[in-house]
């Protein structure tokens, strides 16, 4: 355990890799569907606002914004299907797997613990609380970006796709007949489900960004749990969340 | 009692024939089976005719002009004859004292049993001043001949959304009229655009007539069976958007072949009418078959969805005016900076601590 060589300081030295399990397989999987429907979302969703370049030939002959469109609707099931297994597992699941539907905002030390989380990120102090799950300003970003935003992006995503399906279908029923008066019309709720878009391309830059840089300098693993699932530790203090 | 319909036909000289003709039309008009063109014939032989209002606030008459020019001359012709069309200042005889005591004797002779509809709609700053008719302002005379009617048709997008005298910023607060303060609670129907379809409007007032009852309305209060499927759904050149060809500008080569209008801000996706179906004069043609995209004139607020031309509208605030997909590529361009000058920071950070000078 002492050869470590060279980098002695506290971020750097030897240490036992404790582990615990966080992410069970379902979350995983779910984590991984969900993100690459998202990727297939946003990029046939930008070119369903602005298409590509007018094709040439009889119209007989091609169908790409059907295509386009078609991969849209598909994405668009796969990512609600998806969202209603996790929410299923939310409650079936391990108590991680309930965290970033309901952030503890009634605890005072949950704010307490997410301001020294901003106070680590505006590099005011010198190390980040060690937590098994998210950390508090994590879990709140994911709350609010991420599951609201998803909801509304199933909820206006359906009511325009019940336009085309119409009156009568169920995505009509449940969503188009109150979704589009509510937002003025139609033309309204194509604008908000746009901005909606970026809301999530934001959180997704986010989200790439502070798990590759809680990866390399907190004091916990981020990118590799939600492959194997295991959270490993750099040093063997418990974490706040007592969940180790 | 005033004539039946089927009467005032038969003086004007109409055969029974083509009456019976006229009944299976607007049955098949109407979207109802063949069964129901002899309960419209039993009807018209046997209900009076019904009074109507027809009031004017601030509107520019295209409603009224767009129905004197119902496709199907009989239908006009019954249509017209049909309603005892009382009151309308653009085309009565009647002018001054004479045509304003029509409205009250209507109102009084004929309470709950006459059918109020308008065309335009009151502004209600200056109360109301900015639109007077007959010394008064028009919202008294709505909101007097709303009192005792039987319903109330907001003809076009003006009573029923509000359109260009309500567009931001409204100066002169028009209300469309279901919106309208202390306005008597009355059943509305709405058939926006600007104007409606002729053949809408006559249709709508048939069903009523006919069945003594509104069609069947959508959550919006627009007749289901006009207002129910998007223009985008029925339009003829719908195989070129699904095949992805597009005009990009209004002299290009997929302009001349009759390409989709999507990419020059063809609003038929988000608008709910019947041009696509029904058509204009007479079936003739419609905005989309002339090569012009539809503007959206039936929905609400279509004046401040930024230019007819646009695909994606304006969003206003802030002092910004950018379409939806500028200001989300604004807004990820800024958190990818910040991301990229935090990583730099924490480098930084981390570089320093691996150099022991924390």
């Given amino acids: 355990m002492d050869t470590?060589?060279?980098?002695?300081?506290?971020?750097?030295?030897?240490?036992?890799?404790?582990a615990v399990y966080?992410?069970?397989?379902?979350?995983?999987?779910?984590?991984?569907?969900n993100a690459f429907a998202i990727l297939s979302l946003c990029i046939t969703g930008y070119l369903i606002g602005s298409p590509l370049p007018a094709v040439g030939g009889e119209a007989s002959n091609s169908f790409l914004f059907g295509w386009i469109r078609y991969i849209h609707?598909?994405?668009?099931?796969?990512?609600?299907?998806?969202?209603?297994?996790?929410?299923?597992?939310?409650?079936?699941?391990?108590?991680?797997a309930r965290q970033v539907f309901a952030p503890p905002v009634w605890k005072a030390t949950f704010w307490h613990e997410l301001l020294h989380e901003v106070k680590w990120y505006a590099m005011l102090v010198k190390e980040p609380m060690k937590y098994s799950g998210h950390n508090p300003l994590a879990t709140l970003v994911m709350h609010v970006m991420f599951v609201w935003g998803i909801v509304f992006m199933i909820v206006t995503g359906l009511a325009l796709y019940g336009e085309g399906t119409g009156m009568g279908s169920w995505q009509h029923t449940l969503f188009s007949s109150w979704v589009i008066p509510l937002f003025g019309q139609s033309q309204d709720v194509h604008t908000w489900h746009h901005l909606g878009m970026w809301l999530i391309i934001c959180f997704a830059i986010i989200h790439f960004y502070a798990a590759v840089r809680e990866d390399i300098m907190s004091r916990q693993s981020i990118i590799s749990s939600m492959f194997s699932g295991w959270r490993t530790f750099r040093d063997g203090r418990a974490p706040e969340d007592g969940h180790g | 009692?005033?004539?039946?319909?089927?009467?005032?036909?038969?003086?004007?000289?109409?055969?029974?024939?083509?009456?019976?003709?006229?009944?299976?039309?607007?049955?098949?008009?109407?979207?109802?089976?063949?069964?129901?063109?002899?309960?419209i014939a039993h009807a018209m032989e046997t209900k009076p005719r019904i009074p109507v209002l027809w009031l004017h606030g601030l509107e520019c008459t295209c409603c009224s002009e767009s129905f004197i020019r119902s496709a199907h001359p009989l239908a006009k012709d019954v249509v017209l004859s049909m309603i005892s069309l009382d009151y309308d200042d653009t085309i009565m005889a009647a002018a001054g004292q004479q045509a304003?005591?029509?409205?009250?004797?209507?109102?009084e002779n004929y309470k709950g049993n006459y059918l109020l509809a308008v065309e335009g709609n009151p502004p209600l700053d200056e109360d109301g001043m900015y639109c007077i008719i007959g010394g008064k302002p028009f919202v008294e005379q709505l909101r007097y001949a709303a009192t005792h009617a039987k319903g109330i048709i907001s003809w076009g997008s003006c009573a029923s959304w509000g359109c260009v005298q309500a567009a931001r910023p409204?100066?002169?607060?028009?209300?469309?009229?279901?919106?309208?303060?202390?306005?008597?609670?009355?059943?509305?129907?709405?058939?926006p655009g600007c104007p409606p379809i002729a053949e809408v409007m006559t249709a709508v007032i048939t069903y009523i007539l006919t069945f003594d009852k509104f069609p069947e309305l959508d959550r919006q209060g627009r007749p289901k069976m006009f207002y129910s499927q998007r223009i985008h759904d029925k339009c003829y050149r719908r195989p070129h958007f699904d095949a992805g060809q597009f005009v990009e500008s209004f002299d290009d080569e997929g302009a001349r072949k009759g390409y989709c209008l999507y990419k020059v801000g063809c609003k038929g996706p988000t608008t709910y009418n019947a041009c696509s179906t029904v058509r204009w004069n007479g079936g003739l043609s419609f905005p989309i078959q002339a090569g012009h995209p539809c503007i959206g004139c039936s929905e609400d607020g279509f004046w401040d969805k930024g230019g007819f031309?646009?695909?994606?509208?304006?969003?206003?605030?802030?002092?910004v005016e950018a379409n939806a997909d500028e200001i989300g590529a604004k807004a990820a361009t800024v958190v990818g900076a910040a991301a990229a000058a935090h990583a730099a920071v924490s480098a930084v950070k981390r570089?320093?601590?691996k150099g022991g000078d924390v």
């Fill in chain 2, 351 to 353: 570089a320093r601590q």
């Fill in chain 2, 170 to 191: 409204n100066p002169t607060r028009a209300t469309p009229v279901h919106k309208v303060p202390g306005l008597a609670n009355k059943p509305i129907i709405k058939v």
């Fill in chain 1, 4 to 18: 470590q060589p060279i980098t002695a300081d506290k971020a750097h030295a030897a240490h036992r890799e404790e």
């Fill in chain 1, 22 to 33: 966080v992410y069970e397989a379902p979350v995983r999987l779910w984590h991984w569907v």
């Fill in chain 1, 73 to 96: 609707f598909a994405s668009g099931y796969i990512l609600l299907v998806g969202f209603l297994l996790r929410v299923y597992w939310a409650f079936v699941g391990n108590g991680h």
């Fill in chain 2, 309 to 319: 031309y646009d695909r994606l509208t304006d969003v206003h605030g802030f002092g």
């Fill in chain 2, 100 to 107: 304003e005591a029509i409205v009250h004797e209507i109102v």
């Fill in chain 2, 1 to 39: 009692m005033t004539e039946t319909f089927y009467e005032v036909m038969r003086r004007q000289g109409i055969t029974r024939r083509s009456f019976l003709k006229y009944c299976s039309l607007t049955a098949a008009a109407l979207g109802l089976g063949p069964d129901f063109a002899p309960q």
